[in-house]
T-cell receptor, first 112, second 112 residues
Framework: GNSVTQMEGPVTLSEEAFLTINCTYT??????LFWYVQYPGEGLQLLLK?????DKGSNKGFEATYRKETTSFHLEKGSVQVSDSAVYFC???????????FGKGTTLSVSS | KAGVTQTPRYLIKTRGQQVTLSCSPI?????VSWYQQTPGQGLQFLFE???????NKGNFPGRFSGRQFSNSRSEMNVSTLELGDSALYLC???????????FGQGTRLTVV
Protein backbone atom coordinates (compact mmCIF):
# COMPACT_ATOMS: atom_id res chain seq x y z
CA GLY A 1 0.00 0.00 0.00
CA ASN A 2 0.90 3.66 -0.08
CA SER A 3 3.03 4.96 2.78
CA VAL A 4 5.38 7.70 3.94
CA THR A 5 8.46 7.19 6.09
CA GLN A 6 10.14 10.05 7.89
CA MET A 7 13.32 10.10 9.89
CA GLU A 8 12.85 9.63 13.60
CA GLY A 9 13.15 12.68 15.77
CA PRO A 10 13.68 14.74 17.67
CA VAL A 11 16.13 16.76 15.66
CA THR A 12 17.99 19.25 17.82
CA LEU A 13 19.95 22.05 16.15
CA SER A 14 21.57 25.33 17.01
CA GLU A 15 20.36 28.50 15.35
CA GLU A 16 21.79 29.01 11.83
CA ALA A 17 22.56 25.30 11.39
CA PHE A 18 21.65 23.40 8.22
CA LEU A 19 18.52 21.27 8.38
CA THR A 20 17.66 18.07 6.55
CA ILE A 21 14.61 15.97 7.37
CA ASN A 22 14.44 12.80 5.30
CA CYS A 23 11.21 11.58 3.74
CA THR A 24 10.72 8.58 1.48
CA TYR A 25 7.50 7.24 0.07
CA THR A 26 5.90 4.19 -1.44
CA UNK A 27 3.08 4.83 -3.87
CA UNK A 28 1.50 3.63 -7.05
CA UNK A 29 1.44 6.05 -9.93
CA UNK A 30 2.63 9.62 -9.58
CA UNK A 31 1.68 11.11 -6.23
CA UNK A 32 1.75 14.75 -5.22
CA LEU A 33 4.04 15.37 -2.26
CA PHE A 34 3.70 17.84 0.59
CA TRP A 35 5.40 19.11 3.70
CA TYR A 36 3.22 20.39 6.52
CA VAL A 37 4.35 22.08 9.72
CA GLN A 38 2.57 22.05 13.07
CA TYR A 39 3.45 24.58 15.76
CA PRO A 40 2.55 23.79 19.39
CA GLY A 41 -1.19 23.89 19.99
CA GLU A 42 -1.97 24.59 16.34
CA GLY A 43 -3.27 22.79 13.28
CA LEU A 44 -1.24 21.88 10.22
CA GLN A 45 0.11 24.52 7.86
CA LEU A 46 1.03 23.66 4.30
CA LEU A 47 4.72 24.49 3.97
CA LEU A 48 5.44 23.44 0.40
CA LYS A 49 4.43 21.01 -2.30
CA UNK A 50 5.57 19.32 -5.50
CA UNK A 51 3.30 17.64 -8.00
CA UNK A 52 5.67 15.92 -10.43
CA UNK A 53 9.14 14.45 -10.64
CA UNK A 54 12.03 16.93 -10.35
CA ASP A 55 9.72 19.71 -9.12
CA LYS A 56 11.22 21.77 -6.30
CA GLY A 57 8.84 23.18 -3.73
CA SER A 58 10.04 26.13 -1.67
CA ASN A 59 8.69 28.47 0.98
CA LYS A 60 10.13 30.54 3.86
CA GLY A 61 13.65 29.29 3.13
CA PHE A 62 12.61 25.63 3.12
CA GLU A 63 13.06 23.50 0.01
CA ALA A 64 12.27 19.97 -1.08
CA THR A 65 12.80 18.26 -4.45
CA TYR A 66 10.58 15.45 -5.75
CA ARG A 67 12.99 12.62 -6.62
CA LYS A 68 11.16 9.80 -8.34
CA GLU A 69 14.25 7.67 -8.84
CA THR A 70 14.86 7.54 -5.09
CA THR A 71 11.18 8.01 -4.08
CA SER A 72 12.23 10.82 -1.77
CA PHE A 73 11.17 14.34 -0.83
CA HIS A 74 13.71 15.52 1.74
CA LEU A 75 13.12 18.86 3.48
CA GLU A 76 16.07 21.26 3.72
CA LYS A 77 16.79 24.70 5.08
CA GLY A 78 20.11 26.43 4.97
CA SER A 79 19.90 28.31 8.25
CA VAL A 80 17.29 27.45 10.86
CA GLN A 81 15.84 29.86 13.39
CA VAL A 82 14.39 29.30 16.84
CA SER A 83 10.97 30.08 15.35
CA ASP A 84 11.28 27.00 13.10
CA SER A 85 10.87 24.76 16.13
CA ALA A 86 7.82 22.64 15.32
CA VAL A 87 6.72 19.21 14.10
CA TYR A 88 7.15 18.59 10.37
CA PHE A 89 5.02 16.11 8.45
CA CYS A 90 5.68 14.68 5.01
CA UNK A 91 2.54 13.60 3.12
CA UNK A 92 1.43 12.24 -0.22
CA UNK A 93 -1.74 12.28 -2.28
CA UNK A 94 -2.13 9.69 -5.00
CA UNK A 95 -5.15 10.99 -6.84
CA UNK A 96 -8.88 11.26 -7.07
CA UNK A 97 -10.78 9.50 -4.36
CA UNK A 98 -7.83 9.23 -2.03
CA UNK A 99 -6.87 10.93 1.20
CA UNK A 100 -3.59 12.44 2.34
CA UNK A 101 -1.22 9.89 3.78
CA PHE A 102 1.10 11.30 6.43
CA GLY A 103 4.39 10.27 7.90
CA LYS A 104 4.67 10.10 11.68
CA GLY A 105 6.19 13.55 11.94
CA THR A 106 9.63 14.82 12.94
CA THR A 107 10.05 17.18 15.86
CA LEU A 108 12.58 19.95 15.30
CA SER A 109 13.97 21.90 18.23
CA VAL A 110 16.23 24.87 17.54
CA SER A 111 18.13 26.58 20.32
CA SER A 112 19.79 30.00 20.31
CA LYS B 1 -9.48 35.30 2.54
CA ALA B 2 -10.54 33.66 5.77
CA GLY B 3 -8.99 30.32 6.60
CA VAL B 4 -10.57 27.15 7.84
CA THR B 5 -12.58 27.68 11.00
CA GLN B 6 -13.18 24.89 13.47
CA THR B 7 -15.40 25.19 16.51
CA PRO B 8 -15.12 24.70 19.35
CA ARG B 9 -11.37 24.75 19.97
CA TYR B 10 -11.59 22.69 23.15
CA LEU B 11 -14.12 20.21 24.49
CA ILE B 12 -14.29 18.04 27.56
CA LYS B 13 -16.85 15.24 27.50
CA THR B 14 -17.68 12.24 29.64
CA ARG B 15 -17.55 8.64 28.45
CA GLY B 16 -20.78 7.61 26.80
CA GLN B 17 -21.74 11.10 25.70
CA GLN B 18 -21.82 12.28 22.12
CA VAL B 19 -20.15 15.28 20.55
CA THR B 20 -20.50 17.37 17.39
CA LEU B 21 -17.64 19.30 15.88
CA SER B 22 -18.01 21.97 13.23
CA CYS B 23 -15.86 23.08 10.31
CA SER B 24 -16.25 26.00 7.92
CA PRO B 25 -13.99 25.63 4.87
CA ILE B 26 -12.28 28.35 2.90
CA UNK B 27 -14.73 30.26 0.73
CA UNK B 28 -15.03 28.56 -2.64
CA UNK B 29 -13.68 25.23 -1.42
CA UNK B 30 -16.11 22.39 -1.97
CA UNK B 31 -14.38 19.48 -0.27
CA VAL B 32 -13.89 18.92 3.46
CA SER B 33 -11.88 16.14 5.05
CA TRP B 34 -11.53 15.17 8.70
CA TYR B 35 -8.48 13.70 10.43
CA GLN B 36 -7.82 12.44 13.93
CA GLN B 37 -4.43 13.13 15.47
CA THR B 38 -3.16 11.22 18.50
CA PRO B 39 0.36 10.78 19.88
CA GLY B 40 0.22 7.03 19.35
CA GLN B 41 -1.42 6.74 15.93
CA GLY B 42 -0.41 10.03 14.37
CA LEU B 43 -2.69 11.51 11.71
CA GLN B 44 -5.48 9.22 10.59
CA PHE B 45 -8.06 9.95 7.92
CA LEU B 46 -11.70 9.85 8.99
CA PHE B 47 -13.76 10.85 5.95
CA GLU B 48 -14.03 13.25 3.04
CA UNK B 49 -17.10 15.11 1.79
CA UNK B 50 -17.79 16.77 -1.52
CA UNK B 51 -21.10 18.23 -2.66
CA UNK B 52 -22.81 17.01 0.50
CA UNK B 53 -21.81 13.39 -0.20
CA UNK B 54 -19.26 11.26 1.60
CA UNK B 55 -16.72 10.31 -1.05
CA ASN B 56 -14.11 8.52 0.97
CA LYS B 57 -13.97 6.94 4.40
CA GLY B 58 -11.18 5.82 6.68
CA ASN B 59 -11.07 2.84 8.96
CA PHE B 60 -13.05 4.08 11.94
CA PRO B 61 -16.08 2.55 13.68
CA GLY B 62 -19.60 3.63 12.86
CA ARG B 63 -19.68 5.82 15.98
CA PHE B 64 -17.84 8.37 13.86
CA SER B 65 -20.05 10.08 11.32
CA GLY B 66 -20.19 13.30 9.44
CA ARG B 67 -22.13 15.39 7.01
CA GLN B 68 -21.72 18.34 4.73
CA PHE B 69 -24.22 21.09 4.10
CA SER B 70 -25.04 22.91 0.89
CA ASN B 71 -22.76 25.81 1.88
CA SER B 72 -19.87 23.29 2.21
CA ARG B 73 -19.73 23.58 6.00
CA SER B 74 -19.25 20.23 7.64
CA GLU B 75 -19.90 18.61 10.97
CA MET B 76 -18.61 15.42 12.45
CA ASN B 77 -20.27 13.51 15.24
CA VAL B 78 -18.89 10.96 17.62
CA SER B 79 -21.41 8.96 19.62
CA THR B 80 -20.89 6.86 22.75
CA LEU B 81 -17.54 8.47 23.47
CA GLU B 82 -14.66 6.34 24.70
CA LEU B 83 -11.49 7.43 26.47
CA GLY B 84 -9.54 6.54 23.34
CA ASP B 85 -11.43 9.14 21.34
CA SER B 86 -9.44 11.85 23.09
CA ALA B 87 -7.54 13.52 20.27
CA LEU B 88 -7.05 16.59 18.15
CA TYR B 89 -9.62 16.55 15.34
CA LEU B 90 -8.50 18.42 12.26
CA CYS B 91 -10.62 19.62 9.40
CA UNK B 92 -9.08 20.18 5.98
CA UNK B 93 -10.51 22.32 3.21
CA UNK B 94 -9.86 21.55 -0.46
CA UNK B 95 -10.99 23.22 -3.65
CA UNK B 96 -11.90 19.88 -5.17
CA UNK B 97 -11.59 16.24 -4.18
CA UNK B 98 -8.06 15.05 -3.55
CA UNK B 99 -6.30 18.37 -4.01
CA UNK B 100 -3.95 20.12 -1.62
CA UNK B 101 -5.46 20.54 1.81
CA UNK B 102 -5.57 23.55 4.10
CA PHE B 103 -6.16 22.75 7.73
CA GLY B 104 -7.97 24.45 10.56
CA GLN B 105 -6.53 24.82 14.05
CA GLY B 106 -8.37 21.75 15.21
CA THR B 107 -10.70 20.83 18.04
CA ARG B 108 -9.05 19.30 21.08
CA LEU B 109 -11.44 16.69 22.50
CA THR B 110 -10.79 15.24 25.92
CA VAL B 111 -12.94 12.34 27.11
CA VAL B 112 -12.96 11.73 30.86
Amino acid sequence: GNSVTQMEGPVTLSEEAFLTINCTYTATGYPSLFWYVQYPGEGLQLLLKATKADDKGSNKGFEATYRKETTSFHLEKGSVQVSDSAVYFCALLTGAGTALIFGKGTTLSVSS
Amino acid sequence: KAGVTQTPRYLIKTRGQQVTLSCSPISGHRSVSWYQQTPGQGLQFLFEYFSETQRNKGNFPGRFSGRQFSNSRSEMNVSTLELGDSALYLCASQIELSTEAFFGQGTRLTVV
